[in-house]
């Protein structure tokens, strides 16, 4: 099995805090890239073959910024080069202010059977800080265009811990979300990445950072909003409706092998990982052949890897498969890390002999995931 990923790196301007490959560059590049595009995924064609493709994910940037014509042309080209026969979930991104009638019924007509909205907050005056282009009642708006066309798994990104933004607010932004038909919400802690301007604005003193009990508070609020409504907390950051996990993002938490296209992609074939080059121009300079490296990774890096992305999970991870997948002595290892965690309840038992992070811990994972990664020293 395997997920298939594209980058769609164009966005009509850049976000204050986004630190994702994309460019506000025109229709010129973007039909360039298309071509690239298409001719990559005919190039590694063969990377898959033997494996079933099971969710197809097209991310960016701002994948609504295509043309209905240019995401036809992936979307043939995908079909063309992969058995899609099998495929569970293909989603796309949007952002809000991109979504008409038209589009949404458009997009579903090609397949697209799940949609992505970036949403951040529904407070208008955070938004425009935030340089979104959208406002709230655009995104509530987006979400009734998309249910008319037919969508019912639809999924909106939030953002919490923004400057100037109180508990109050984050309360009244989760009680609007999740009013709203939506069967899955992703909400991330804002980060203050670097050469970003809401960084240069927090190193000049302009913004600064919500303090660590804020954060926590806005994220014990999150959790159980999102449960009162019926939502399951199945990753740190996601929360889904019964039966409605994004199993495109699922994948990349339990190790299956994924195939990215585009400019700044990875890909991950379950022992090395390739990144494309994160420049569009030298992208499309080279149809089908983009600058890339890739990265062998040890047994180490795998277990290391395997840990602090299952750890992320409600379903946590088990012993028996640690030594399934990595031989007894990384098993070892963990259940020697992991026992004064049990006994300090940071972790706790899950379904089939798994250990998960407590509910306490789950905010400050980051000290258990280290004492649970395998030693540098030996
Ligand atoms: S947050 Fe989304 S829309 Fe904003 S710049 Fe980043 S990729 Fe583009």
């Known amino acids: 099995m395997y997920g298939l990923y594209i980058h769609v790196p164009f966005c009509a301007s850049r976000c204050i805090y ?27 064609r063969d990377e898959t073959a033997g494996s079933r493709l099971h969710t197809i994910y097209i991310g960016g940037g701002t994948p609504s910024q295509l043309t209905i014509d240019e995401l036809a042309q992936i979307v043939d080209a995908v079909r063309a080069c992969h058995d899609t026969a099998a495929v569970a979930e293909t989603t796309i991104e949007a952002n809000p202010d991109d979504v008409t009638p038209r589009w949404a019924v458009a997009v579903r007509r090609l397949g697209f059977d799940r949609v992505s909205l970036g949403v951040q907050t529904f407070d208008d005056d955070l938004l425009r800080f935030l340089s979104r282009r959208h406002t709230a009642a655009q995104a509530c708006s987006a979400v009734a265009t998309l249910r008319e066309a037919g969508f019912t798994n639809l999924s909106i990104d939030l953002m919490y811990g923004l400057p100037g933004q109180t508990a109050e607010s984050w309360r009244r932004d989760l009680t609007t979300a999740l009013s709203l038909p939506v069967a899955h919400l992703s909400a991330y802690s804002l980060m203050f990445e670097s050469g970003t301007r809401l960084t240069a604005m927090r190193d000049k003193g302009l913004v600064s950072e919500a303090d660590e009990e804020l954060s926590l508070a806005m994220f014990r609020a999150l959790e159980e909003e999102a449960e009162r409504a019926g939502f399951e907390h199945y990753e740190i950051s996601n929360f889904a409706r019964p039966g409605r996990r994004s199993l495109h993002n699922a994948s990349y938490w339990d190790g299956t092998p994924y195939v990215g296209f585009g400019p700044a992609a990875h890909s991950f ?55 399934r997948r990595f031989g007894s002595a990384f098993s070892l290892h963990f259940r020697r890390a992991a026992a004064p965690h049990l006994q300090a309840g940071r972790l706790v038992p899950a379904a089939a002999g798994s250990l998960r992070l407590s509910r306490e811990a789950l905010f400050v994972s980051d000290a258990v995931m280290s004492d649970l990664m395998w030693p540098d020293e030996t």
Request: charged share 30%.
């Open 18 to 44: 986004c630190d994702f490959y994309s460019t506000t560059l025109g229709a010129d590049v973007r039909r360039r890239y298309v071509a690239a595009l298409c001719a990559e995924i005919e190039a590694r």
């Open 269 to 323: 074939d379950g022992a090395r990982r390739r990144w494309n080059t994160s420049d569009v121009a030298a992208y499309a300079a080279w149809p089908g052949h983009p600058p890339c490296a890739t990265e062998q990774l040890t047994l180490h890096d795998r277990y290391d890897e395997y840990v602090m992305t299952r750890l992320r999970t409600c379903d946590g991870l088990c012993p028996d498969e640690i030594e």
